[in-house]
């Protein structure tokens, strides 16, 4: 079959996709689509309840219920409206947990923080006891605009950079929602920090996403099952 052809695009996609979770890595996933599509694709990049696995809450777009949550599962929640936590987060230094719930009636452990720095505090040291044992860990950012207008453009671009630093080392895969269209300029600028972009798009009521693995290969769009 001559070079170029869907089957041989689809055999270095999944080479690609290979190494990622072999290897490590970040990913940003983007588009301007209604929540249930990047609800959707978070769900399966989360993967299995059986791996560890850290949500990072801005705005509560992700969710992972009682039903689904593994034993190593950890929500770490900016529980108030970024933008009003600022300036309090730069005078102290920092800020207060709100919070910890646990037990099975709570689901999976939560952890409520009230500024962006401690936010951030918290994310890091959820990543840094992920189990040396457990292959493949897993880290959700669930929308990186609440952290742009609290933060502005370079404070959370150096977040996620040190994020995605942190996960690749642990040898899991992050990936961060920007839920804007592809040519926004903001996607630009985070897409130097990842190994891969995933674009989502809703078509005929078809939930679907095309994935570009920079240097190596873009995919077809492909559907995006439950």
């Given at each position: 079959?001559?070079?170029?052809?869907?089957?041989?695009?689809?055999?270095?996609?999944?080479?690609?996709l290979g190494?990622?979770?072999?290897?490590?890595?970040?990913?940003?996933?983007?588009?301007?689509?209604?929540?249930?599509?990047?609800?959707?694709?978070?769900?399966?990049?989360?993967?299995?309840?059986?791996?560890?696995?850290?949500?990072?809450?801005?705005?509560?777009?992700c969710s992972?219920?009682?039903?689904?949550?593994?034993?190593?599962?950890?929500?770490?929640?900016?529980?108030?409206?970024?933008?009003?936590?600022?300036?309090?987060?730069?005078?102290?230094?920092?800020?207060?947990?709100?919070?910890?719930?646990?037990?099975?009636?709570?689901?999976?452990?939560?952890?409520?923080?009230?500024?962006?720095?401690?936010?951030?505090?918290?994310?890091?040291?959820?990543?840094?006891s992920l189990?040396?044992?457990?292959?493949?860990?897993?880290?959700?950012?669930?929308?990186?605009?609440?952290?742009?207008?609290?933060?502005?453009?370079?404070?959370?671009?150096?977040?996620?950079?040190?994020?995605?630093?942190?996960?690749?080392?642990?040898?899991?895969?992050?990936?961060?929602?920007?839920?804007?269209?592809?040519?926004?300029?903001?996607?630009?600028?985070?897409?130097?920090?990842?190994?891969?972009?995933?674009?989502?798009?809703?078509?005929?009521?078809?939930?679907?996403?095309?994935?570009?693995?920079?240097?190596?290969?873009?995919?077809?769009?492909?559907?995006?099952?439950?």
């Amino acid at each position: 079959m001559p070079p170029g052809t869907r089957t041989e695009r689809a055999g270095e996609f999944a080479d690609a996709l290979g190494r990622l979770q072999r290897d490590g890595g970040a990913l940003l996933v983007v588009g301007a689509t209604p929540g249930a599509t990047h609800e959707r694709a978070c769900a399966r990049m989360l993967g299995s309840r059986e791996q560890p696995r850290v949500v990072c809450r801005t705005d509560g777009s992700c969710s992972v219920g009682a039903a689904h949550a593994g034993p190593d599962d950890r929500l770490i929640d900016l529980g108030i409206d970024a933008r009003g936590a600022v300036a309090s987060a730069d005078d102290a230094g920092g800020g207060a947990t709100v919070g910890t719930e646990t037990g099975p009636a709570a689901g999976p452990e939560r952890i409520l923080t009230e500024t962006p720095a401690e936010f951030g505090a918290r994310v890091s040291e959820a990543i840094a006891s992920l189990p040396d044992d457990v292959d493949d860990p897993r880290v959700c950012v669930d929308s990186l605009l609440p952290l742009v207008e609290a933060l502005g453009e370079e404070r959370a671009f150096e977040w996620y950079h040190a994020v995605a630093a942190d996960v690749r080392a642990a040898g899991g895969v992050c990936h961060a929602h920007l839920p804007v269209a592809r040519d926004e300029e903001l996607v630009a600028r985070f897409e130097a920090l990842v190994d891969a972009t995933v674009e989502l798009r809703l078509v005929d009521g078809r939930h679907e996403q095309r994935w570009f693995v920079h240097d190596s290969v873009t995919s077809d769009w492909l559907p995006l099952q439950d």
